[in-house]
C-alpha cells in the first residue's frame, strides 16, 4: 500500500533535482525550470498531505501556487527577453551589473 | 497493481527531472519538464485529486511550457558550449546531497497532527472533487482567490512593459 511517506520521500527527491540545477546550471532559462521544478514537488506534498488528513485546504493552496506560477512565468520570461536584448545572452554569468 | 504503477511513474518523474538538468540542449530540458508534469498529474488522480490532474496537465504542461518553449524558440538558443554548462559543481552536489538528508530526515522522523479535516475518499467520489475545490475556494478562501486576481492582472502588466521595446 502506497502511503503519504511514499509521496513525500518523491517530492524530496524532485525538489534537491530542482536545487541542483538551481545552483549548478548558467542558462537562466534551465534555472527558471529548475525552479517550476521545486514547486511542482511541493505541490505533491501539498496534495498527498491533504489527502493523508482528509483536508481540502492543502489542495486550494496548490491552486494558489499554480497562479503565482503562472504570474512568475510571465513575469521572468519578460525579464529575458529584455536582458537578452540588451546583452545577447541569457548566460547568468553575464547578468553582473551589480556584482561585488 | 498500486504499487507496481507509483514505482513506475516515480521513476519516470525522477528520470525526467535529472533530464531536466543534466541535457545540453533547454528544448530537451523543457520536454523533460512537460514529462515530470503528467507524471505529477498520474500521482494526483491516485491521490484522489482528479481536478487537480486537469489543472496541472492544463496550466502547467499547456500554458506555462508552451510559453518556455516560445522564449526558447524567440531567443534561438542552440545547445550550451560545453565549457561553459556548469559552474560550482562540488558545493552544488555538497547542498543538494544536504538538503536530500534533511528533507529525508524530516520525512521519516516528522510528526503529522493536527489539521484533520471530514473530506474523505467517499465524499469525493460522491460529490465530485471539482465542487469540493469550487465550494472551499468561493467561500473560506474568497479573498485570497481575489487577491490572486489583482496578482494576475499585475503579472500581465508588469510583462507587457519589461517587454516593450521602448521602456
Known amino acids: ?17 530542482g536545487t541542483y540545477g538551481v545552483l549548478t546550471r548558467r542558462n537562466a ?3 527558471f525550470m529548475s525552479i517550476e521544478l521545486m514547486l511542482n514537488s511541493v505541490n505533491l506534498t501539498f496534495i498527498a498531505m491533504s489527502r493523508h488528513l482528509n483536508n481540502m485546504d492543502g489542495q486550494i493552496f496548490v491552486f494558489f501556487v499554480m497562479t503565482v506560477a503562472a ?3 510571465a513575469v521572468g520570461l519578460g525579464l529575458m527577453i529584455a536582458f537578452y536584448r540588451n546583452r545577447e545572452s541569457i548566460d547568468v554569468e553575464d547578468i553582473n551589473l551589480l556584482k561585488w | 497493481m498500486e504499487t507496481i504503477l507509483f ?13 531536466v538538468i543534466l541535457s545540453r540542449s533547454p528544448v530537451n530540458s523543457a ?15 491516485m491521490l484522489y485529486a482528479p481536478f487537480m490532474a486537469a489543472v496541472q496537465i492544463m496550466v502547467y504542461a499547456g500554458a506555462i511550457m508552451v510559453l518556455i518553449l516560445f522564449v526558447i524558440m524567440l531567443l534561438n538558443l542552440g545547445s550550451d558550449a560545453g565549457k561553459r554548462f556548469t559552474h560550482g559543481v562540488v558545493w552544488a552536489a555538497f547542498a543538494s546531497v544536504l538538503v536530500l538528508v534533511n528533507l529525508l530526515v524530516f520525512v521519516k522522523r516528522g510528526q503529522v497532527s493536527g489539521a484533520q479535516g471530514d473530506v474523505t475518499n467517499a465524499m469525493v467520489l460522491d460529490f465530485g472533487h471539482t465542487e469540493l475545490i469550487g465550494k472551499a475556494m468561493f467561500t473560506e478562501f474568497l479573498l485570497p482567490f481575489e487577491i ?19 521602456v
Not at chain 1, 1 to 17: C, D, E, K, N
Open chain 1, 1 to 17: 500500500m502506497i502511503s503519504v511517506y511514499h509521496y513525500m520521500t518523491v517530492a524530496a527527491i524532485l525538489f534537491t533535482i
Open chain 1, 29 to 31: 532559462i534551465v534555472i
Open chain 1, 71 to 73: 504570474a512568475e512565468a
Open chain 2, 7 to 19: 514505482y513506475i511513474v516515480a521513476l519516470i518523474a525522477v528520470g525526467s527531472g535529472l533530464i
Open chain 2, 31 to 45: 520536454l523533460g519538464l512537460v514529462n515530470t508534469f503528467f507524471c505529477l498529474a498520474v500521482f494526483y488522480v
Open chain 2, 148 to 166: 490572486a486576481s489583482i496578482l494576475l492582472l499585475v503579472a500581465i502588466v508588469g510583462a507587457v512593459i519589461l517587454t516593450k521595446r521602448e
